[in-house]
């Protein structure tokens, strides 16, 4: 399973990136808000710092102006991949720029019927947001077995990227069902390594050490 990490702050990215398990990373309008840097200037740091797939929103509506953004936005850095929206307009733009070659996340999916369209279009990734889905009493993880399910049916090439993580449990259950990707913040990557007995085991080991130095 390949781990994205999901945020646009650097300092984030080149920890995670240091732990050696980094294969991408996905922003978004609102990741993006929350650094103080120019947005062009942003991106491309993230590009340079990581090899991996670098996801980045188009906030066009209209499927040509879309286009237009998307092909400006891809000339940032060569590891990019454009996100847009699953509408209508979304896949039009989608079909285009997939057989540019453009690589296209299609974000905001809320349902497997997207997810179908989605890949239909050319879409190289995309991207179920399952705790918005927990959020409103659904089950996002469901809606990640369904799209796998419906890619396996028909050999789509589509890799689903397991968004709007909440906690590791999320991840478990998305590699369980194999899915390709899981895009995962900062505190829950974090707390995939971290274990309380892990801690009181080498805090023991440590102790124990000390005895068999001091023999
Ligand atoms: C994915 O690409 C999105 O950036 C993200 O997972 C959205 O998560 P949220 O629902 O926590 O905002």
Known sequence: MKLFLDTANLQE???????????????????????????????KEICSVVSGPVSVECVSTIADDIVVEARKLNQLAPNLAIKIPATIEGLKATRVLSSEGIKV????????????????????????????????????????????????????????????????GHV???????????????????????????DIGIERFLQDWKKVINK
């Open 105 to 168: 996340n299609m974000t905001l999916v809320f349902s497997p019927s997207q997810a179908l369209l989605a890949a239909k279009a050319g879409a190289s990734f995309v991207s179920p947001f399952i705790g918005r889905l927990d959020d409103i009493s659904h089950f996002g993880l469901d809606l990640v077995q369904q799209i796998l399910t419906i890619y396996e049916n028909y050999d789509f090439p589509t890799e689903v990227i397991v968004a709007s993580v909440r906690h590791p």
């Open 13 to 43: 990215i080149r920890e995670v990136a240091s732990w050696g398990i980094l294969d991408g990373v996905t922003t978004n309008p609102t990741l993006c808000s929350k650094e103080d840097m120019p947005f062009e200037t942003l991106i």
């Open 172 to 198: 478990v259950e998305a590699a369980l069902m194999g899915a390709h990707i899981a895009t995962v913040p900062y505190a829950v990557m974090e707390k995939l390594v971290k274990h309380p007995l892990t």
